[in-house]
């Protein structure tokens, strides 16, 4: 009996991939410091609240929604500190492929010491997180495994307690000047 050996060919390298999120620091003001909203994705990786730009949609829009559907922390609830805006690009491997990544981070107040984090079971991982909390700086940078992460939130550290505002600072759904 004759056998056959099959010898499955090569796939071609893909197309590297490209991908732009947006989200917003977001941080409230205590009696010991600023604390810093941080959402935890599993293994060791805790972010700032992030997410994929919808076609065509505006990158201000997309963090906006974002916080939304994953904090339910709404426009009214934070205060913008513009002209606030730094951006992260990074490369990543997704299935074999390269992808390009940009994140355009934006920099928010707010009072509310409550959010609604859509908690999910480990096995779900990705969808949404596992868990959250409000952090001192100290703790916050202890917490963000990325350098550039680190970096932002040490930016946004000494605009908040040398600045104590940023110039022009706005709300996010009136435009006006905030109080």
Not at 15 to 35: D, H, M, N, Q, V
Request: glycine share 8%; hydrophobic share 35%.
């Amino acid at each position: 009996m004759e056998r056959k050996i099959f010898i499955r060919p090569a796939r071609p390298p893909m197309a590297p991939g490209r991908e732009i999120s947006a989200g917003i620091i977001i941080y409230r003001r205590t009696g010991e410091g600023p604390r810093f909203l941080l959402l935890y994705s599993g293994g060791a990786y805790w972010n700032f609240p992030k997410g994929k730009l919808g076609e065509g949609e505006h990158a201000f829009r997309a963090a906006l929604r974002e916080v939304e559907e994953e904090t339910g922390l709404r426009s009214r609830d934070l205060r913008f500190k513009e002209p606030f805006r730094v951006h992260d690009n990074f490369t990543y491997v997704r299935n074999r492929r390269k992808i390009f990544k940009t994140v355009t981070y934006y920099l928010a107040e707010t009072r509310e010491p409550r959010v609604r984090v859509k908690i999910v079971p480990e096995h779900h991982q990705g969808e949404r997180h596992e868990g959250y909390g409000w952090f001192l700086y100290r703790d916050a940078a202890r917490m963000l495994s990325k350098p550039n992460l680190r970096r932002h939130l040490k930016h946004v550290y000494d605009l908040i307690v040398h600045k104590k505002d940023i110039p022009g600072s706005r709300t996010a759904t009136t435009g006006a000047p905030a109080k």
